[in-house]
């Protein structure tokens, strides 16, 4: 459980009666309630929160918790991870369940499954659901189309990759999930990456692949079968639209006013941001980045605002800025309002579930295929 003083003095008398309102009810609900928090919420959410994270890794306290209620105070596609590792008995539940994902929301089911039987078609692959055990690498020969989602995604589509043959990576070990994705595709075959275009790119290129083993599938788009042919990697065409704000621009305005400044990146960032950080990595990474960086240190970081400005407050002894001074915050993130989180508590505590996030079983039997296929990768 969080230590943390709930009279806050940044917040205005209405926001103080809800935030003391919350914690009445979370003493109410006791060893029942657990709340969840994304690092991009807002500090006001975060003062609430049993654990503070990342998805994937939110979702793993939440299977690993004996509480009945978890709240999950991220997006939805995060919830509905943490609906797929959690017990039948224990609910997975959101304060507003109109939080989505832009970038999740841009590959879907349909489109997806018409893009993968098209590149089926096209290039004379194999499904790895036809073989008697997809988990194997390819044999010699055989040719496949290995999809990979990202974690954020929605549900079906890990359960699609699940069915398929494929897997499930985050933006910390996307580099170990191809290569397990390309042993399995055959010296022919292909890997199809989804959601988010610039992880997937700037993985592989890390990888030492270049761009001519790249092409990316927009199913608003006609297809170039020459490069998608030609290619190892089909990426969907996918983006965050916060990384997508940060330039190399940036960058040179901070390393000319700071020449010593430190720059990291997130991965979802575009690939020129990339290179021209000192690092890239996850919300995690970050985290740890700007905990080793010297004292004294200026440190730029490209990623959502409320991690950004938690972790200037964090470390005093270092200054920490958002690459985009024009301030990037996640809209959908934002959606997760105090006034909610409230509003939910108090129907549980009048025995009333709200806003909760179910998986259908058999679409959480695939995407588990998935999750367990990536954990047996970075265990």
């Known amino acids: 459980m969080c230590s943390v003083d709930f009279t806050d003095s940044s917040l205005s008398l209405e926001e103080q009666v809800i935030a003391d309102r919350i914690e009445e009810l979370r003493e109410q609900l006791g060893d029942q ?17 049993d654990f ?30 943490a609906d797929i590792l959690t017990d039948d008995n224990q609910m997975v539940l959101m304060p507003n369940i109109r939080a989505g994902c832009s970038m ?20 004379n692959l194999l499904d790895p659901a036809t073989r008697e055990d997809a988990e194997l690498p390819a044999e010699s020969g055989a040719s496949y189309l290995v999809p990979v989602t990202y974690m954020n995604s929605s549900a079906d589509l890990k359960a699609f990759v699940g069915h398929h043959g494929g897997i499930v990576c985050t ?35 890390a990888m030492g692949y270049n761009d001519d083993d790249l092409a990316v599938w927009n199913p608003m788009m006609e297809s170039d079968w020459e490069s998608l042919n030609a290619a190892k990697f089909v990426l969907w065409h996918g983006y965050c639209s916060v990384h997508q ?15 010593d400044a430190l720059v990291i990146a997130h991965p979802e960032c575009d690939r020129t941001v990339v290179d021209a950080a000192d690092a890239s990595g996850s919300t995690e990474m970050i985290r740890r980045y700007v905990e080793a960086a010297p004292s004294g ?60 996030i179910v998986v259908p079983s058999q679409m959480a039997d695939d995407a588990i295929l998935a999750l367990n296929r990536m954990l047996s990768i970075v265990a």
């Open 52 to 81: 503070l994270g990342d998805s994937f890794m939110l979702s793993q306290m939440a299977a690993e918790s004996k509480a009945k209620y978890i709240v999950f105070c991220g997006v939805h596609f995060m919830a509905e991870s």
């Open 104 to 123: 999740a929301d841009m590959a879907d089911l349909p489109d997806v499954e018409a893009c993968w039987n098209e590149l089926l078609d096209t290039s």
């Open 245 to 259: 704000r940060f330039t190399v621009e940036q960058i040179n305005d901070l390393r000319e006013a700071h020449p």
């Open 33 to 49: 309630l657990l709340i969840l928090g994304h690092h991009y919420q807002r500090d006001s959410i975060v003062m609430h929160a």
């Open 297 to 356: 240190s200026v440190v730029g970081v490209g990623t959502e605002i409320h991690l950004v400005k938690r972790l200037d407050e964090q470390y005093p002894d270092k200054e920490v800025f958002c690459l985009d001074p024009g301030v990037c915050p996640c809209s959908t993130m934002y959606m997760i309002h105090p006034a909610f989180l409230a509003e939910l508590l108090e129907r549980l505590a009048d025995g009333e579930v709200l806003n909760q």
């Open 171 to 205: 933006s910390s070990n996307a580099a170990g999930v191809l290569e397990w994705a390309l042993e399995r595709a055959g010296e022919n075959g292909k890997v199809l990456f989804f959601p988010d275009q610039h992880l997937g790119r700037n993985t592989a290129l």
